[in-house]
């Protein structure tokens, strides 16, 4: 059978560490994570300036523990939270920001409320949403938890900018407008309920009165006949939670010391005698309202539970991913460090791969130059020009000298094949170019692509550094074997061709024509026609030839030993060195260590909750 010990104990443990990783609701911008706090069902206590707030909470209290004072007193979040000890043990006092200290005297309590709420805000009066949180151990308490706010004001005094009276509303509001948020509103009975700042803004974040619990404080400071029935009774503003009258230490009582156990009696007695309340005695007073507050925060946790269980399951997988997404720590031992790099360094050469052999896009690029790019350099060679009659003419012509040739013009047919043959170079570089800038873009994406790499920016520069450097020494490799085809067609030109030549001549049925004729026009478009044929032949060799150089040279090699010169550089490193290539963006560190511990409280929280048994 779950108690209410437990289940409101659950919720103050993950409260608490809550509060130590950041998250204390109150619309924290700066988190980016869900919060867990706004899951977590919580009483937060309203009400204006002199309303009586902090005497209802001491009166709960049964202990004079807060601080006093003109203007805005509470200028920070107090999460306090009450455990019921056995009887007859001692009262005692925790913060959290001081876990290793307990206060017996609880006028130290105040001093140090009001001396962690400088430490954050300074010795101004200016607000903060960090919330101080506040244990007390005590026989004469009951199982809660509660959330003191700033006191609503309609003005700035003097030191607070203009900005303050929104700044608390605004403060106040991103607490009460949770719908997991119970609303505690206090109202002085001494005023007209209409004008309550506490019941103004719990009409606006809880229209129905569901989540509202109203408090009527200072019913004994009424003007003589006249009396709160209308409020209490739920006739003047109905709620659908209770109304309940408290009646607090006077500034008389305060001023004399009068404790609390004392008040409470006093309290007591004043419903017991009074004419007009006497019939409410025992729904009134602040020992009922801890009761009351107890047993509906416990109910709400209960029903709330597996709400939160959901939330906390379905977090812990994101933070799981998201941890997976942004990598484990890096190890500080140089050997698990250097394991790191190759590791990293594998991942990214293995999507590189993968966009040369078509598992990624980008690879096809590579077989667009030679099926698109190289072709078409091919064929917009200026062979036209190079082998007009009039370029033939004179080149036979400067060939021949001051003999001319005899039967066929050899040196001319040379000259004019050797000047053809050189025109092929500009496309072999540039299929070697442009293969080059596909390699370079594919590595780019590749490291992109490497999710492992993103947390270390220093380490993806050095592996594009050194991936560039070898693609530019295979690009130099590929460039001298692509030009080497080129020349080797010029260097040993292929006879057989040339053999046919003469054959064909005399399947014309005059062979002395050759003889007669080669000086006219007709026989140096012969010679232009032949050569033509035998570069065609040569274009159709190399446009075979030369991809497979490019991508002997350049692919191949990009795939078998592209970051070899790189392992062995990261081999011989310092470990200075290597970690030096693990440093890690400071977002990437910060957002793990943020998930880390949200993760590790989410987990922590689930294993309390499935501790936690109730009854069905």
């Keep these: 059978m779950t108690t209410m010990e437990s289940l409101i104990g659950l919720v103050n443990r993950i409260q608490r560490a809550c509060t130590v990783l950041g998250d204390y609701g109150g619309n924290d911008t700066q988190n980016v994570f869900s919060s867990l706090w706004e899951a977590l069902p919580s009483v937060a206590v309203v009400g204006g300036q002199s309303s009586g707030k902090s005497s209802v909470l001491e009166g709960i209290v049964g202990r004079d523990f807060l601080p006093r004072g003109s203007g805005i007193v509470t200028r920070r979040p107090l999460v306090l939270q009450l455990h019921k000890t056995e009887e007859g043990s001692k009262e005692y006092a925790e913060f959290l920001h001081l876990p290793n200290r307990r206060f017996t005297d609880f006028s130290l309590v105040r001093k140090e409320i009001q001396d962690e709420t400088d430490r954050v805000t300074g010795r101004t009066k200016m607000i903060s949403p960090v919330p101080i949180h506040l244990s007390i151990y005590s026989p004469n308490v009951v199982n809660l938890t509660l959330i003191d706010l700033p006191g609503l004001t309609k003005v700035a005094v003097e030191g607070q900018p203009d900005s303050i009276v929104q700044d608390i509303e605004n403060m106040v509001r991103s607490y009460v407008e949770k719908p997991n948020c119970i609303i505690l509103a206090i109202s002085p009975a001494n005023q007209d309920i209409a004008t309550s700042d506490a019941i103004k803004l719990s009409r606006e974040v809880d229209p129905s009165g569901e989540r509202t619990f109203g408090v009527l404080t200072k019913l004994d400071l009424m003007d003589k006949g006249t009396n709160a029935l209308d409020v209490l009774e739920g006739r003047s503003y109905r709620l659908q939670q209770p109304w309940v009258g408290v009646v607090n230490r006077s500034q008389a009582d305060i001023n004399r010391n009068v404790d609390m156990i004392a008040a409470r009696h006093s309290e007591r007695e004043y419903f017991a005698t009074s004419p007009d309340y006497s019939h409410l005695a025992s729904r009134m007073g602040s020992e009922y309202l801890a009761k009351l507050l107890s047993k509906h925060l416990e109910s709400v946790i209960r029903a709330r539970l597996p709400s939160i269980t959901s939330l906390i399951s379905k977090n812990v997988d994101e933070l799981e991913s998201e941890l997976d997404h942004l990598g484990r720590p890096v190890a500080v031992d140089p050997g698990a460090q250097l394991y790191t790099i190759l590791e990293l360094c594998r991942a990214f050469d293995r999507i590189f791969k993968e ?134 067609e010029a260097s040993y030109l292929t006879v057989e061709f040339f053999r046919r030549l003469p054959q064909e001549v005399e399947k014309g049925g005059n062979p002395s024509a050759a003889t007669v004729d080669r000086y006219t026009d007709a026989h140096f478009r012969r010679i232009a026609s032949n050569v033509s044929s035998y570069i065609n032949m040569v274009s159709d060799t190399l446009r075979n030839t030369i991809p497979k150089a490019v991508v002997y040279c350049q692919v191949r090699e990009a795939k078998q030993s592209l970051l070899n010169h790189f392992y062995t550089h990261i081999g011989k490193s310092e470990s200075k060195q290597l970690g030096h290539l693990l440093d890690e963006d400071p977002s990437v560190m910060e957002r793990r260590q943020q998930a880390a511990k949200r993760l590790e409280l989410y987990k922590a929280a689930r294993e309390e909750i499935e501790s936690v048994s109730w009854a069905r």
């Design 355 to 488: 966009h040369l052999d078509g598992g990624r896009p980008g690879g096809d690029r590579i077989y667009g130059v030679f099926d698109n790019q190289l072709p078409a350099a091919l064929r917009k060679l200026p062979f036209d020009r190079h082998l007009s009659l009039q370029s033939v003419k004179k080149v036979v012509s400067e060939a021949d000298g001051y003999q001319p040739h005899l039967i066929a013009p050899e040196q001319g047919y040379r000259r004019l094949i050797e000047g053809a043959l050189s025109f092929f170079r500009g496309p072999a570089e540039a299929s070697v170019d442009a293969v080059h800038l596909v390699l370079r873009e594919l590595v780019r994406k590749s490291i992109g692509e490497t999710q492992e790499l993103k947390r270390f920016p220093l380490l993806q520069t050095e592996i594009a550094q050194a991936a560039y450097e070898a693609l530019e020494r295979y690009r130099e490799e590929s460039k001298k074997t692509a030009i080497r085809l080129v020349d080797m």
